[in-house]
């Protein structure tokens, strides 16, 4: 299958209650005028990034008495994410995982 814009994102699943984060590009200058070397913004605690992909959500336990009656094909039941795709999120570089997806860097961290 040839990757393109329009599917690149549907072979990539996330899974439980992760998103799939794209690192917004940083400034190259402070608000004072200093022009910045490449790789400092990447080390501060604090980032941000736009939301390419978020996993289904929490899952609900599933009760475990088994009745007679009931169906044997119950579904998995998820309480939604609150982030959504497009959505700028902030979060904490300590608790992201970096990843490398299309020579592209992301981050996956959970939506908590």
Do not use: C, H
């Not at 072979?11 to 022009?35: H, W």
């Not at 008495?65 to 309480?79: A, F, H, N, R």
């Amino acid at each position: 299958m040839l990757l393109t814009s329009d599917n690149k994102w549907k072979k990539l699943i996330v899974i439980g209650d992760r998103v799939l984060l794209r690192p917004s590009k940083p400034d190259e200058q402070t608000a004072s005028g200093l022009y910045l070397p490449p790789g400092v913004q990447e080390r501060e605690k604090v980032q941000q990034g736009y939301i390419i992909k978020t996993g289904p959500g929490y899952a609900i336990p599933m009760p475990v008495d088994d009745e007679p009656w009931k169906s044997e094909d119950d579904q998995v039941k998820y309480v939604p994410l609150q982030a959504k795709e497009g959505d700028l999120a902030i979060f904490l570089l300590s608790g992201a995982t970096e990843v490398m997806y299309e020579n592209e860097k992301y981050f996956i961290v959970p939506q908590s």
